[in-house]
C-alpha cells in the first residue's frame, strides 16, 4: 500500500485549522513549518510528498490563507536538504513553463534530493492563470497539443545527458565522455529545444511522473506518461472505475498497466475515541464560522437549518424531508446521523462536510478503511489529505502507521532510497520507447 501526502498550506485542509488558538496566522510563508511538516512524512516512512500549486491567488483570501502560498520547485529545494528518504512532488504547469526550464530545475531537484523528484504534470485551464502570463486561454486541442510536446521534449532532455558519460576522472584528466552528452534539437508547434542540459542523471535517472486523474485527453495523457495518478474518488465504487479506466488507457498506450499507480484522496480526523475526533472536528468547525458551515450543511441535506438550533437534534418533519440526491459517502453519512438524533453540530463533528471519503475517528477505523479499500483493490495506495496538521499528522505517523505495518500493509522502514524504489518502479532516462508512435515533436 503506497501512502503519501497532500500538504498546500501549513495549517491543513480544514478550512478552520488557520484559527486554531496554537496556529501562528503568518505562518502560510514559513518554509521552516513546511520542512517541519516534511519531517513528521519521513519519520512515518510516508512513500512522497505532493504539493498542488496554481499560478494566481487561489482561495479567497478574506476568509483564509492562499492554498498555495510558495513556489512549490523552490519550497522543494529547502525541503531536499532537510530530509532524505521522502519523495518530492511538486507540481509544474505544461502551459506557461517551457521544456528547459522544467527539465533544469527538476534534474536540480532529483540531483540534489539524491533522486527522490516527481513532477506532478498539469496543463493549467484558470482564466486568471492565462491572464498573468498575459496569453488567452488556449483551445483544448492547444492546450493537450503542448502538454504533449513539453512533457517529450523534456524526458528527452533529461536522456541528453547519459550515464554512459562517466564521472570525472582526475587521473586521465577527462571529465565527462562528451559523445553521450549530446543536443536533442527536438521542435514541436508550440515548443522546443536544442539542450543538452548541464547536469547528469540522478540514482534514479529521471523524475517520476504524477499527473490528476481526469477525463478525455487528460486520462489519455496520463496513460501515457504519468506513473502515479492521483484520484479523488467519492466512493469504492468510483474509486474502483476510475483505477479500471487508468490501467485500461495505460495498457493501450502500450504500457505495463502495474506501471500506473492510482493513489485515492482521502481524509481523516483522530482521536483516542470516536467522540473525541468528533469533538476535536466540531472545535475545528466551530474555527471555521460555524453559521457558513451550518449553511453548508443545509445545502448538503437539502433542507434550511437554522444556525441557533445548531445544538439541537432535527425535528421528526426535517428528518423525514430528507431525500438522497447525490448518494454520496458525505450524504449518506450526513442523513444517517441526522436520522439517529445528531444535532448540526454534532453531524459537521462526522466531516461530512470534507470532499474526500474518509473517517473522523480512531486510528484503527482509519486503518480499517484503508485496508478495506485497499483489500477490495480499488486503489494501489492513499494521499492522506490533512484536517489540521498542528496534531493531525503526528497523530497519523504515530498512531495509524504502526496498525498498517502490524497488518502487513506498509514496511517498516524505507525500502530503497530513490522515489522510484518507493513506488516499485524501474529506472527511466528519457521517453518511454513504447510510446514511440505518438510522438510529438519532431
Known amino acids: 500500500?503506497?501512502?503519501?501526502?497532500?500538504?498546500?498550506?501549513?495549517?491543513?485542509?480544514?478550512?478552520?485549522?488557520?484559527?486554531?488558538?496554537?496556529?501562528?496566522?503568518?505562518a502560510y510563508t514559513d518554509v521552516e513549518t513546511h520542512v517541519r511538516t516534511a519531517k513528521i512524512a519521513e519519520r512515518g516512512g510516508l512513500d512522497y510528498l505532493f504539493y498542488p500549486d496554481r499560478v494566481f491567488i487561489w482561495g479567497d483570501l478574506e476568509s483564509g490563507p492562499p492554498i498555495v502560498s510558495i513556489d512549490p520547485v523552490m519550497l522543494m529545494g529547502a525541503i531536499a536538504y532537510a530530509t532524505k528518504k521522502v519523495g518530492l512532488v511538486p507540481s509544474m504547469s505544461t502551459s506557461f513553463n517551457?521544456?528547459?526550464?522544467?527539465?533544469?530545475?527538476?534534474?536540480?531537484?532529483?540531483?540534489?534530493?539524491?533522486?527522490?523528484?516527481?513532477?506532478?504534470?498539469?496543463?493549467?485551464?484558470?482564466?486568471?492563470?492565462f491572464a498573468n502570463y498575459g496569453r488567452?486561454?488556449?483551445?483544448?486541442?492547444?492546450?493537450?497539443?503542448?502538454?504533449?510536446?513539453?512533457?517529450?521534449?523534456?524526458?528527452?532532455?533529461?536522456?541528453s545527458w547519459g550515464r554512459e558519460a562517466g564521472t570525472p576522472d582526475k587521473v586521465t584528466g577527462r571529465f565527462a565522455d562528451t559523445s553521450h552528452i549530446q543536443p536533442i534539437n527536438l521542435h514541436g508547434r508550440q515548443v522546443g529545444s536544442r539542450?543538452?542540459?548541464?547536469?547528469?542523471?540522478?540514482?534514479?535517472?529521471?523524475?517520476?511522473?504524477?499527473?490528476?486523474?481526469?477525463?478525455?485527453?487528460?486520462?489519455?495523457?496520463?496513460?501515457?506518461?504519468?506513473?502515479?495518478?492521483?484520484?479523488n474518488p467519492y466512493s469504492m465504487a468510483d474509486a474502483r472505475s476510475q483505477r479500471d479506466i487508468i490501467r485500461s488507457v495505460t495498457e493501450n498506450a502500450g504500457r505495463n498497466p502495474d506501471e500506473a499507480r492510482y493513489l485515492s484522496f482521502v481524509g481523516f480526523g483522530l482521536g483516542a475515541t470516536q467522540q473525541e475526533a468528533v469533538e476535536r472536528r466540531m472545535a475545528l468547525e466551530d474555527a471555521a464560522g460555524i453559521e457558513q458551515r451550518i449553511s453548508q450543511l443545509s445545502r448538503l441535506l437539502g433542507l434550511?437549518?437554522?444556525p441557533a438550533d445548531r445544538d439541537k437534534p432535527l425535528t421528526v418533519t426535517q428528518v423525514q424531508g430528507l431525500h438522497a440526491r447525490s448518494g454520496n459517502q458525505q450524504e449518506t453519512l450526513a442523513h444517517?446521523?441526522?436520522?439517529?438524533?445528531?444535532?448540526?453540530?454534532?453531524?459537521?463533528?462526522?466531516?461530512?462536510?470534507?470532499?474526500?471519503?474518509?473517517?473522523?475517528?480512531?486510528?484503527?477505523?482509519?486503518?480499517?478503511?484503508?485496508?478495506?479499500?485497499?483489500?477490495?483493490?480499488?486503489?494501489?495506495?492513499?494521499?492522506?489529505?490533512?484536517?489540521?496538521?498542528?496534531?493531525?499528522?503526528?497523530?497519523?505517523?504515530?498512531h495509524v502507521v504502526p496498525i498498517l505495518r502490524r497488518r502487513g500493509l506498509r514496511p517498516d522502514e524505507y525500502q530503497g532510497s530513490t522515489l522510484r524504489d518507493h513506488l516499485g518502479l524501474p529506472e527511466q532516462l528519457g521517453p518511454d520507447p513504447r510510446l514511440a508512435d505518438g510522438d510529438a515533436t519532431s
Open 136 to 159: 488567452p486561454v488556449p483551445s483544448k486541442e492547444e492546450k493537450y497539443g503542448r502538454l504533449h510536446e513539453v512533457i517529450q521534449i523534456t524526458q528527452a532532455l533529461w536522456a
Open 304 to 306: 434550511r437549518l437554522d
Open 336 to 398: 444517517r446521523l441526522a436520522s439517529q438524533g445528531r444535532t448540526p453540530r454534532e453531524i459537521l463533528g462526522h466531516g461530512v462536510l470534507d470532499p474526500n471519503p474518509g473517517v473522523v475517528g480512531t486510528a484503527e477505523q482509519v486503518a480499517d478503511m484503508f485496508q478495506e479499500w485497499w483489500d477490495a483493490g480499488v486503489t494501489d495506495g492513499f494521499t492522506i489529505v490533512i484536517d489540521d496538521v498542528h496534531d493531525g499528522f503526528d497523530d497519523f505517523v504515530d
Open 98 to 129: 517551457e521544456p528547459y526550464g522544467i527539465a533544469r530545475q527538476l534534474r536540480a531537484l532529483d540531483v540534489m534530493s539524491h533522486g527522490r523528484a516527481g513532477w506532478n504534470l498539469i496543463p493549467s485551464y484558470e482564466p486568471e492563470a
Open 195 to 231: 539542450g543538452p542540459l548541464q547536469i547528469p542523471p540522478s540514482e534514479q535517472g529521471q523524475p517520476v511522473i504524477f499527473m490528476p486523474f481526469a477525463s478525455g485527453a487528460g486520462i489519455q495523457a496520463a496513460g501515457m506518461y504519468a506513473n502515479g495518478i492521483i484520484g
Open 1 to 26: 500500500m503506497l501512502l503519501g501526502t497532500v500538504l498546500g498550506t501549513t495549517y491543513g485542509a480544514h478550512p478552520g485549522a488557520w484559527r486554531m488558538p496554537w496556529a501562528d496566522p503568518n
